[in-house]
């Protein structure tokens, strides 16, 4: 249980209510045991009215009506208890589920580009809600259960004791056999149960994926070898999934087994204990009920313990992703507020999962305001420059500074919070139009959205929508075309109002007359604005302060439009290669 002890610190969180819950489950225990005693001593008076002829009918019936009383109000109350018990231990196993899943959720946040690129959503999905719904039942259930069933064994037992020594040591021979089933059973779970949650999760990255990639799927006629994997797949987890139960399947039978086992102790040694005349019949009754008390406690021992074992595989599960460093790790904090100049003084990074270098010994820098173009060939390094000033990934050597500073003390949310950022391949929610361009500013006003939307030239195609800016976006944007996802997202970073604007090859998708458009109305709009933009057209990038031209992660042209021009070197053969495209 190592695993789990990751979990200490949320028990201790709500460790009053826990101990509320054991007192209550104790005081349960406790009124449902005068239903044995009761009962015992009934048949006991019965037994010796008519044997003895102790005492009078009368005083039978009255002691009857009594114990009758006192069984249904203890039942009653032990009853509500019950409700009590679960009220307060399995709310807090939802408490527990509900902080660890915010937890797994806000680390997964803070986590790098790297971390999203070696793991699989569907993965990621199935550790945040399958394994935590496991380790739910490990705090709630599990705990409940193991606290009832240890009040009532130690209750029990110290009363069967107390009545007849001799009669409960045979009574208990079965335990240690029970104990020695339940360890050896335990280990072949928790290693199945391991086995069956990576089995979920390769089903759920696969359907994830499936569906992501549907119109790939249909496109090229591939629904036969889908679902021919997904068959493999689902077998595959059928046949571990079979393991692990056929394992659980022999707790129930064996508790059963052992159970009655002890009843067919009880009633021979019992039986003979009542025939030499060291017990009473009340007491041999009172010893079958108890053990019969004992059935379900003893084979929730061996349920909790399958709930306990595949609890910590989950949670093994959970701790491996916990565990990953924070790589991008928050500054201290500048106090002053962010202008825009940014400087790169012998930046190189390096691509940890795939040892490419994209950035090289990189030096330049943008005053404040001023428009920067970056453009290169496929691999050149332009994405991963902007991503550098984002800090999504951290330079291997050299320094990046802003406004003088170096950027990694600035705080992450103050940041990004003045980079207004279009990624190349924009992502789009599954809400609508309006609110997808919102989440740039989450107070904006619909004027706002508006005036942003227009900027970026998606107005006139919105208000042509049956539902306008209420018009709900598929998932990734599917409702939509290549350029109106573009210029969405160009309209979320404008809605921002940053004082740093990337924008990451974000025109690819809208025709020539749009893309001016839209850079008229950014020149505007960016005037007092630091902006980046990176591109493979050298329309995009014309008009900027300077331009860099990158090769394999290195400036091997660096000037304004004009000035480049005259130098006849890379940027002047793609400019006429795309002259001469435009031209037929």
Not at 212 to 240: C, N, P, Q
Request: hydrophobic share 40%; net charge positive; glycine share 6%.
């Amino acid at each position: 249980m190592r695993a789990l002890q990751y979990l200490n610190k949320y028990l201790r969180k709500y460790r009053l209510k826990l101990v509320l819950g054991i007192v209550i489950t104790i005081i349960s225990r406790i009124f449902s045991l005068f239903t044995p005693r009761l009962i015992g001593n009934s048949l006991t008076a019965v037994e010796n009215f008519l044997t003895n002829q102790q005492g009078t009918l009368s005083g039978l019936k009255s002691l009857m009506l009594t114990n009758i009383l006192i069984i249904i109000g203890a039942t009653l109350l032990s009853g509500f208890f019950t409700f009590l018990m679960r009220q307060t231990i399995i709310n807090v196993s939802r408490y527990i589920e509900y902080d660890l899943k915010n937890e797994i959720f806000s680390h997964y946040q803070k986590l790098t580009q790297r971390f999203y690129k070696n793991n699989r959503t569907g993965d990621l999905m199935s550790r945040i809600s399958e394994d935590v719904s496991k380790v739910r039942m490990y705090v709630g259930p599990a705990i409940m259960y193991s606290i009832n069933t240890a009040t009532l064994f130690l209750c029990v037992i110290a009363i069967m004791f107390s009545i007849a020594p001799k009669l409960s040591l045979y009574t208990l021979i079965p335990l240690p056999l029970l104990s020695f089933t339940i360890y050896k059973l335990s280990r072949v779970i928790n290693l199945r149960s391991t086995v069956v949650q990576e089995m979920l999760s390769k089903l759920s990255s696969f359907t994830q994926e499936s569906f992501g990639g549907i119109s790939v799927i249909k496109s090229y006629s591939l629904e036969k070898y889908t679902s021919r994997d997904f068959s493999v797949l689902a077998m595959d987890s059928k046949k571990k999934n079979m393991n692990l139960v056929k394992v659980q399947a022999w707790f129930f039978p064996l508790m059963i087994l052992l159970i009655g086992l002890s009843n067919l102790i009880v009633i021979f040694i019992g039986g003979q204990e009542y025939i030499n005349g060291s017990i009473e019949i009340g007491v041999l009754a009172e010893f079958i009920i108890y053990i019969n008390m004992l059935t379900w406690p003893v084979a929730v021992v061996g349920w909790v313990t399958s709930i306990v074992q595949q609890a910590e595989a989950s949670q093994k599960r959970i701790n491996a992703f916990l565990s990953e460093p924070i790589e991008i790790q928050d500054g201290k904090g500048i106090d002053t507020d962010i202008k825009g100049s940014i400087r790169f003084e012998g930046v190189s990074f390096t691509y940890p999962e795939t040892q490419i270098r994209a950035i090289n010994k990189l030096s330049f820098s943008i005053s404040e305001g001023e428009t920067l173009g970056i453009i290169g060939k496929v691999g050149s390094g332009k994405s991963s420059l902007l991503n550098l000033i984002n800090r999504l990934y951290d330079p291997d050597q050299g320094e990046i500074f802003l406004d003088g500073n170096d950027i990694k003390k600035f705080k992450l949310e103050k940041l990004r919070g003045a980079i207004g950022n279009v990624p190349q391949n924009p992502f789009l929610f599954s809400e609508t139009i309006e609110d997808n361009i919102r989440f740039g500013k989450m107070n904006a006003s619909e004027e706002e959205i508006i005036e942003a939307a227009k900027n970026a030239a998606v107005h006139k195609s919105i208000v042509k929508f049956k539902e306008g800016y209420k018009t709900l976006v598929g998932e990734r944007g599917l409702t939509l075309s290549g350029g109106q996802i573009q210029r969405v997202s160009i309209a979320r970073a404008l809605i921002k109002d940053p004082k740093i604007l990337l924008f990451d090859d974000c025109l690819s998708a809208v025709d020539a007359d749009t893309e001016e458009k839209i850079l008229k109305n950014l020149k505007a709009y960016c005037k007092d604005k630091t902006t980046i933009i990176v591109s493979h057209r050298i329309s995009s990038v014309k008009d900027a302060d300077q331009i860099l031209v990158l090769d394999k992660g290195e400036i091997i042209e660096q000037g304004n439009h004009q000035n480049l021009i005259k130098s006849k070197g890379l940027y002047f053969d793609l400019f006429n290669k795309q002259q001469d495209e435009l031209n037929n």
